[in-house]
């Protein structure tokens, strides 16, 4: 209901977001760059660190939960990384 509002007012309804500083949109680029992954593989990088499942993972990004392990199974693969915890450490230690 205040989606409507704002734009019949003439205002955009999505919610506001921070810009990114130079940064982070760096570091995000040269580590995208570093490893060769697709923007969703780093967006599901980013939601694995949260110890998430690959079901919850799927939900939250439109996924199927095949797509998913899918590409989980490439993230690991372009690693060299055999098992969940060695993802899950290559993350922490990497900061993403």
Partial sequence: MQSIHLIAEGHSS?????PK?????????????QFNFTKREFEIIQVI???????????????????????????????????PSALMKFIVENNI
Avoid: W
């Fill in 14 to 18: 999505f919610p506001y977001r921070s």
């Fill in 21 to 33: 500083t130079s940064n982070e949109s760096d570091s995000k680029d040269v580590f995208l760059k």
């Fill in 49 to 83: 660190k949260y110890g998430h499942t690959n079901q919850q993972i799927a939900e939250r990004h439109f996924l199927s939960i095949y797509n998913n392990k899918t590409y989980r199974k490439n993230i690991m693969q372009q690693l060299g990384l055999n098992t």
